[in-house]
């Protein structure tokens, strides 16, 4: 069991189109996330996403499409970093038009994604993949709670902030 002198930091992005069939997955991460998080194990953000983030257009360059692309861009780099990937997961449209013509090329966010910092930056991103297997958001969170301090019953202990 590892333990931290400070928590990690995730980012939980959640997207709400999302088929209905994944959202029991979701409010389950979810509830876990802020199980750890109300032990002071782990510092949760959640983000809202919409189905597809379109650097062409007008809501890219808001706060919040801006924000969006340029956490896409981190975990590019941090995939790259790392040997791996977030295809399929992520799934990149190019050169797509919607029926009035416009440019609706861009970046389709995966039903759920977890980011995972500590004090170095950056540590995980799930889903991804190193060409082999997919760590799915659950394997991660699953790795997360392992590494989290524990009492002696095997619980997630509190902190001593509380």
Request: glycine share 6%; aromatic share 6%.
């Amino acid at each position: 069991m590892t333990s931290r002198s400070r928590p990690i930091r995730i980012e939980l992005f959640v997207r709400s189109l999302a088929p209905n069939a994944t959202r029991p997955t979701q409010e389950s991460v979810f509830e876990r996330l802020q199980r750890l998080a109300a032990t002071g194990s782990i510092e949760l953000s959640v983000h809202v996403t919409g189905g597809r983030v379109c650097p062409n257009t007008a809501a890219a360059s808001t706060e919040t499409g801006q924000f969006l692309l340029d956490s896409i861009d981190a975990f590019e780099s941090w995939a790259d970093e790392h040997g791996r990937s977030l295809r399929p997961c992520f799934e990149y449209h190019e050169n797509a038009t919607a029926i009035d013509g416009s440019d609706c090329s861009g970046i389709e966010f995966p039903t759920m994604v977890l980011a995972e910092y500590d004090a170095a930056g950056l540590r995980f991103v799930a889903p991804s993949s190193d060409g082999t297997s997919t760590v799915t958001v659950r394997d991660r969170l699953e790795a997360i709670e392992r590494e989290a301090p524990t009492d002696d019953d095997g619980a997630v202990a509190a902190t001593a902030s509380e």
